[in-house]
DNA sequence: AAAACGGGCAACCGCTCCCCG
DNA sequence: TCGGGGAGCGGTTGCCCGTTT
């Protein structure tokens, strides 16, 4: 690691960085038992460790300390609060892990940072030129009319009466999703027929979504008219869920959605035939709903997609 | 089989906050 | 009231490992 050692002065000023070993935990934790998790700098003046007192911190705070979910992936529900928080505070990590018991903020922040990578790398995938495959035309930003961000509502804003009381997760306004989701009829009008049939199921789908008159963010894989959103369909709920989807997704003025042509970027529920889907009278296996937002993000879930097609294609 | 790639994670850095003398 | 030091926090980096090509 950093520090050469030349003489006493600097062997006496010498930082040890890098990976901990488990001598280094067993003084820390002999440490923490004595003392308790305070004194940090002291570690190293008393000479029991190499390690700065931030260091030492660190280390107990997201490794040693007590009842840590170490290696657990977060689950549905920490997914869902983490969301939650992150629109409400921002990105207080701190803040959010502390509703997260076992969690701590660098945990919250790294998954965070995974979860902004991939749904970047999804769009971006889904903006690159046509290519090799040519399937369904997928409707880009500009095809749709009107397209903003999913408004949120807090606890602490003003909120419609026909939230549910049990749920304190933000719900989606049905307006914004049935914005989102509009297409033009002139994608359809382009597409062949057995393309335009497989839109038209899949507005079917949202047209039962967008029937409820407001859905609790919770409630959405399963809605209210007995339809159940399929894997595919769930995983709209990190695109749509996203508070800051559009601003921070896509390098465009809010000013501009609907009207970039240099920003193709295709929507991930719109998919080809073929693929597993939800006809209107397929049977909808529940035990596909995943128990994470992402576990079940299938890795090839848009390969399948295109960017819009050239005229060419179409 | 090997290189490239991407995701997950641990740890560091720099800044801010807060407490205490 | 102010300054210094410790603690806390968010951003960033780099490594490791699994997967894909």
Redesign the pocket.
Known sequence: M?GKMHGKKEQEEYI?????KAEEDEMLLNHVKKYGP????SIRSKGLLQ?T???C???WV??LRPNLK??C?FSLEEERVVIELQAQLG?????IASYLPGRT???V???W??RQ??LA?ILQTSATPKSQKNKTRVPSLHDVPILQPPKFSSPSEGEPSSKPQSCSLPYIDNSEVIKMVSLPDLIKSELPSSDTIHVEQEFTLFENYKSTEQIAFPQIPELQNGLTFSMENQDLLPTIDEPCFIEELCPLDASEFGIGPQHPIGFPFFQPPGSCRLGTGDAIDNSKISDSF?DDFP?DMFDHMDPPASPSNL
């Open positions: 950093s040890r960085k890098g990976p901990w305070r004194d940090w700098s390690r007192g931030k260091s911190r660190l280390r997201n490794k170490n290696g992936k990105n207080r990590w701190a803040k903020d660098n945990d922040k790294n998954f940072s995974s990578k991939r790398r992402f890795v």
